[in-house]
């Protein structure tokens, strides 16, 4: 009994042990499945994503360049182009003749339409512009995960960038090229020929003459200061055509001139007038001595008809008002260039000649100021900076932008005006 017992035991033991062993096979057979089935869902997944990529990368190779790309780079191979030519006189000085014309027969009569000055406007709109473009680029650094944020950044960006080449192009077009010019030749010898002080000193005397007998017809207040109730516009552009027989260039529309609006800043800088190339428009000081305004306006209209040399500028803005009909146009002429002429004539001869020659006027010398002590109160009342700090500051920009035009002489070049005059007047006999 106890043998089959045991043997009985041992069957159980037996096939308990097989059924053991049979239920880990299975176990193992079911976790093989299960193993093989993620790894085949895993290389599923694998290959769709390889796919995925794969179109994607392709996707990324059909992608054709925007056309805003396209009209950048043609934009920029123009500006290019147009700066290259800059440095040939022949094809500036075509340009000034044949093509500059149409932007005054067109863009300036656009911005003849605003009776502000369009440049001053844009100017201010510019630092705006500029300060949001710098704001811009910093919360990007902190929100370029944000996907909205992105797409305004580069939407602005794009903004910025295609109006910032648009404004190079137009300074190309609008001053640039007219730096590119031949120099004005007024002789068969042109610029450079050397001159007696005696020919100096009779276009001192001829210019202190005028204007002493011009300073007693003009009317004036109870303060003594010249005053003037004409049209200033009509008269202005009245002396520019006057000139247009000897020289062509000048006839043709002349915009209405613009004050500016902020002339106190214009003040400090002892900026009389401004020719802004982005508008074409002639802008003047409203603060300074009523005697500057149509010789300033005259030299502002002279860059309009592509004289864009100061020294030119102010020999034409004087040579338009002196052959005007109107006695005041004409002593802001002869007083435009009294100081240019009386100071070289001084600096070229001893004192004691120079006391022998016919003196300045009280009127004449009274009416030679930029601003009237009244105005320079006001300036100084409302101005947010020093003024002399300010006038270094304009006179150093000035003169290396003058500089990298290449005027090699700066903002002295407006001194050269007394050579032109002396050239002018020598080649017809009149000194």
Known sequence: MNEDFSEDIEGLD???????????????????????????????????CESGDAKKEGSLKRKKPSLYF??????????????????SRRFCDFYVANIFPLWINTY?????????????????????????ALISALLLIF?????????????????????????FIIMTLN???????????????????????????????????????????????????VVYSGNMYQAAKA????????????????????????????TQTYTSGVYFPFTLEANYNNMM?????????????????????EDEANFFGYLACINSDDPFVRYSGYSSVLGYVDDSYYNSVSHERYCNQPEISSLSYYDYIFLTPEKWEKVEEESVFDTDKVDDISDA??????????????????????????EYYKERGEI
Not at 70 to 87: D, E, G, K, Q, T
Not at 289 to 309: D, Q
Not at 399 to 421: A, C, F, H, K, P
Request: overall charge negative; aromatic content about 12%; proline content about 2%.
């Open 70 to 87: 396209w009209l950048m780079i043609a934009a920029a191979a123009a500006a290019a182009v147009l700066n290259v030519l800059s440095f």
């Open 108 to 132: 300036s009569r656009f911005s003849g339409l605003f009776s502000f000055s369009l440049g001053e406007y844009l100017l201010i709109a510019a630092v705006f512009f500029i300060a949001a």
């Open 14 to 48: 037996n096939s308990a042990s097989a059924e053991d062993i049979s239920g880990e096979a299975c176990r193992d057979e079911i976790k093989n499945t299960e193993t093989e089935a993620a790894q085949d869902n895993t290389d599923e997944e694998t290959n769709d």
């Open 397 to 422: 920009v000035t003169d290396t932008m003058l500089q990298l035009s290449g005027v090699e002489d700066g903002i002295l070049s407006y001194n050269r005006v007394t050579e032109l005059l002396l």
């Open 175 to 225: 001053c640039t090229l007219l730096y590119g010019t031949s120099e004005l030749k007024l002789s068969a010898q042109g610029k450079g020929q050397e001159f007696t002080v005696d020919e100096l000193e009779n276009l001192r005397n001829m210019i202190v003459t005028e204007c002493n007998a011009l300073a007693e017809q003009m009317q004036r207040d109870e303060n003594g200061y």
């Open 289 to 309: 001595y009523i005697v500057n305004y149509p010789a300033v306006i005259c030299h502002e209209y002279s860059h309009l008809k592509g004289y864009i040399l």
């Open 239 to 266: 002396a520019m055509l006057s000139i247009s027989s000897e020289f062509p260039r000048f006839s043709g529309y002349y915009p209405k001139p613009k004050p500016i609006s902020g002339s106190v800043f214009m």
């Open 143 to 167: 929100l370029r995960k944000k996907k909205g944020y992105r797409r305004y950044a580069v939407i602005y960006f794009k903004s910025f960038f295609a109006v910032a080449m648009a404004v």
